[in-house]
């Protein structure tokens, strides 16, 4: 919805919104974008007497703010509704889907398309390092955009992709999220499925050629041709990481080499986010050859292995990550990153499905790859968190207050370690308290 607003600053409107919180990066992009906003949802905000109201899906019935947008009888539309109508109509919809890397991909593509002059119009659910926001109006024809299959808004269960009418999507991977509104993984499939009935037979789908509940989506109906990308040979697209050099992967395509990479990013997923990056941009006319050599000036997306601070030879990162998928993936590429220097895990389980325990199975193996684990532990947290990671032993601590994981994770810290803390919010400013804590210890 940041994103939403800088596009609707950019294309003249006057802007305002509210959330329950609201916090950096989008804080001080809003802020930098001279978009008002307030906190809450109290009525009194509709006194500007706004043209429209664009509703996120995190507003429900009962609402002071919706109630009173319903009982004045205003405009309203959803977010997706809205870009839909104002901005995507008329251009080339390059949809980035999946359960996990749509921002980085997203925030990729971008900027090969930005760095072959294309000047495309994007909307990323993040900070990207290689742009001033996470979103612009650009130039027609092209618009690449983070495609959720979250729903819509309280008055539209549909997924938000399903408004988008892409011509070209990655389907990057399928997996059960989102168990706050999706009973099971059928269900999702069901969205994507929906999604691929808008996609004309002139488009083009880039699938993850590794996925298999993608496979299963695309056996329900297909009418758009597609090209899989893949780790390895076997793909359309391939990639091959070179031994013992983890930034660094050679790119094919029918497998005769198109390219190499050499780049600060590490893992697996982000080599899988490039390859599909590589070959939508493609369809925008970009040449491989020419989409390698951007991707070794990218800058990331903040919040993605962010590093927040050293203190005393002690790295702190910022992760997004918060399916047990994700958290396997970004250690797995952290310790690709770091050898054999110890690493210190430190999670909130914030999401709506996290907080449902639907995950809970999988926490604990998630962690392989780190040496000690902390989990903060929310009051409203509706399963037994310790009896589910009391697999790890040792490795796993945990704390029911900011103050006293910072506490735990300063008696811990020993030079050369790197702490991961991963959450899909704000983690009431953890960051920032361990580092100062960290300073005071020296």
Known sequence: MGGLAAIAKAAGFRVTGSDLNVYPPMSTQLEALGIEFVKGYAADQLDLDPDMVVVGNALSRGLPVVEAMLDRGMAYTSGPQWLAEQV??????????????????TAMLSWILQHAGLEPGFLIGGVPGNFDSSARFGKAPYFVIEADEYDTAFFDKRAKFVHYRPRTVILNNLEYDHADIYPDVAAIRRQFNQLLRSVPGSGRLIVNAQDAELETTLEMGCWTPREGFAIGSGADWSAHIRPGAAGRFTVSLQDRPVGEVAWDLYGEHNVMNALA????????????????????????????????????????????????????TTLRGLRARVGNARIIAVLEPRSNT????????HLAPSLAAADLAWFFRPADLGWDLESAVASMGERARL?????????GLVD????????????NGG?????????????ERL
């Open 88 to 105: 995507l109509r008329e251009r080339h919809v390059i949809a980035v889907t999946g359960t996990h890397g749509k921002t980085t991909t």
């Open 277 to 328: 990056a590589v070959a939508a941009a493609r369809q925008a006319g970009v040449q491989p050859a020419q989409a390698l050599l951007a991707l070794r000036e990218f800058r990331g997306v903040k919040r993605r292995m962010e590093i927040r601070g050293v203190v005393g030879e002690v790295t702190v990162y910022d992760d997004f990550a918060h399916h047990p998928t994700a958290i396997d």
């Open 354 to 361: 996290m907080k449902l325990g639907v995950h809970r199975e």
């Open 399 to 407: 704390a029911d207050s900011i103050d006293t994981l910072v506490q």
């Open 412 to 423: 811990a810290a020993r030079p050369g370690d790197h702490i991961l803390v991963m959450s």
């Open 427 to 439: 983690f009431g400013g953890l960051h920032e308290k361990l580092l100062a804590a960290l300073r």
